[in-house]
T-cell receptor, first 112, second 114 residues
Framework: QKEVEQDPGPLSVPEGAIVSLNCTYS??????FMWYRQYSRKGPELLMY????GNKEDGRFTAQVDKSSKYISLFIRDSQPSDSATYLC????????????FGTGTLLAVQP | DTAVSQTPKYLVTQMGNDKSIKCEQN?????MYWYKQDSKKFLKIMFS???????INETVPNRFSPKSPDKAHLNLHINSLELGDSAVYFC?????????????FGPGTRLTVL
């Protein structure tokens, strides 16, 4: 079993839809939970960051963490064609190495 | 005002050759990383250096050798390239102990081994 599992997609939605992206993990030592967005042929860029259970909102994006269920989600409201990208969850234990474990990514296409 | 830069952006080479990829960051970070992203977009850590000291060394063939001349630079040298080395290699940097442990990624180097 991989440390981090992510729905592979691809996911295709119409413009304006609410998108839900999810990851599950097995290691309870993970303390940091991030979502990176990666456009085609570009490097990943940090979209959302949280370190506690609950919700964190930033504009149209909401990150949700449930440590008891080892489940994290990213919601995108009023999705736009410019949101079309691969979304990667990334989990870290912190500490001296700051090692991140990435999910396999979900390819999202928002159709105009 | 590029934050994390990599050269070259594309690299096409024959099996058996030796090649290097260079990375530089101007963010004042003290930790740098090399990741490999395969054709299925899976991003996996390879190495990490903190202040020129190797702190992460995942299970990577010893044909791969990272070198950090200073904390703003991290290079990756690959000997005897194989077909399976074809991937996109990303460099990243972060500030150890920073509030968010955020890693900033470069644009990637797309390596194709023929």
């Amino acid at each position: 079993q991989k440390e981090v599992e992510q729905d592979p997609g691809p996911l295709s939605v119409p413009e304006g839809a609410i998108v839900s992206l999810n990851c599950t993990y097995s290691n309870s030592a993970f303390q940091y939970f991030m979502w990176y967005r990666q456009y085609s042929r570009k490097g990943p860029e940090l979209l959302m960051y949280t370190y506690s259970s609950g919700n964190k909102e930033d504009g149209r994006f909401t990150a949700q963490v449930d440590k008891s269920s080892k489940y994290i989600s990213l919601f995108i409201r009023d999705s736009q064609p410019s949101d079309s990208a691969t979304y990667l969850c990334a989990l870290g234990t912190g500490g001296a190495t700051n090692k991140l474990i990435f999910g396999t990514g979900t390819l999202l296409a928002v159709q105009p | 005002d590029t934050a994390v830069s990599q050269t070259p952006k594309y690299l096409v080479t024959q099996m058996g050759n030796d090649k290097s990829i260079k990375c530089e960051q101007n963010l004042g970070h003290d930790t740098m990383y090399w990741y490999k992203q395969d054709s299925k977009k899976f991003l996996k850590i390879m190495f990490s250096y903190n202040n020129k000291e190797l702190i992460i060394n995942e299970t990577v063939p010893n044909r791969f050798s990272p070198k950090s001349p200073d904390k703003a630079h991290l290079n990756l040298h690959i000997n005897s390239l194989e077909l399976g080395d074809s991937a996109v290699y990303f460099c990243a940097s972060s500030l150890q102990g920073g509030a968010r442990n955020e890693q900033f990624f470069g644009p990637g180097t797309r390596l194709t081994v023929l």
